[in-house]
């Protein structure tokens, strides 16, 4: 019997040749991807200590500027309720949209410098690469909204832990469901001019046509129309319920400032309306994968 010995043993000149292991894949390497995704986008946003000041200058301009300066006009209309609280769940809403969407812009940068592919071609399935990018961008959004929510008591909204739990749910969803749309129009562009272009031409209608800076009652019938197509309002009119719920307001500046979210006259329960914004989340997490499964 004869025994085969490798020729870089008896041959001392020639270079010993590596053994390559390649991991497994697996539920486990595909959640060790999204943990590992996911970090990444905490790293980042603690880092850039500047992003986290400038995200704070729309809301106050929103809250202090344009809600004080308006308040001449609508002075009786709100009746016990400030304008500047009747914005503050918009405004919220605001921070976590933009917030959320500059999460995955982000990944346009990571395309122009190649860390998207290096990510890409890892033993791990694509999906569970999109789903740490979204659960980073949400977490991400959701604490950028809480540092907003601490300027609460300056606008007469209380720091009950209740309010401040449930709307950190309520942020977190939304951010999810913004992130995950965010990637899907991320997945076509390469260059980030481009990118910021598109991301401003959408974001605007999805603001105004929400809600935010306005009550949903006695709308036009095509803004009504509009309003109850777009998924973001059903996201921010549960973060209105809940600041509406834990303020001192009478019942004709409740049923004036924020009446209930109706379909064809049946007014939709909070959970559903959490639903919609879930549901819609999911679906554009699905088409993400898809798109990046054929994009790159």
């Known amino acids: 019997m004869t025994t085969t010995t490798p020729a870089s043993a008896t041959d001392p000149s020639r270079p010993m040749v590596a053994k390559i292991r390649l991991p497994e894949g697996g539920a486990a390497q595909d959640l060790r991807a999204v943990k590992v995704v996911w970090q990444r986008e905490m790293i980042r ?12 200058v729309q809301p106050i301009l929103y809250v202090f500027v344009l809600g004080t300066g308006l308040s001449s006009l609508t002075k009786g209309a709100t009746g016990d309720v400030s304008l500047r609280t009747f914005m503050f769940p918009g405004v919220l809403a605001l921070s976590v949209l933009f917030t959320a969407m500059f999460s995955a812009v982000s990944i346009v940068w ?29 977490t991400v959004a959701a604490i950028q909204g809480l540092i907003v929510l601490a300027l609460a008591g300056l606008v007469s909204v209380p720091y009950s832990p209740i309010m401040l739990a449930t709307l950190a749910v309520e942020m977190l969803l939304l951010g999810f469901t913004v992130t995950a749309f965010g990637l899907v129009i991320a997945a076509r562009i390469k260059q980030m001019q481009a990118m910021m272009g598109l991301m401003q031409m959408i ?5 105004f046509l929400s809600g935010v800076l306005y009550p949903l009652a006695g709308l036009p019938r095509w803004l009504n129309v509009l309003v109850h197509i777009n998924p973001i309002t059903y996201a921010v009119h549960p973060l209105r319920l809940v600041v509406f719920a834990h303020i001192h307001a009478s019942a004709t500046a409740v049923a004036r400032l924020n009446p209930p979210l109706t379909w064809w006259g049946w007014p939709v329960p909070t959970l559903v309306q959490l639903a919609v914004v879930a549901a819609t989340g999911m679906v554009f997490l699905w088409v993400a994968v898809l798109e990046f499964d054929r994009a790159d």
Request: aromatic share 6%; hydrophobic share 50%; charged share 25%.
């Open 45 to 56: 946003f603690s880092q850039d200590r500047i992003r986290i000041v400038t995200a704070l």
């Open 110 to 138: 990571d395309r122009e410098f190649g860390f998207l592919r290096e990510m890409l071609v890892a033993p791990v399935r694509r999906s569970a690469i999109i789903l740490g990018k979204c659960l980073g961008g949400a």
């Open 203 to 207: 974001l605007m209608p999805l603001m």
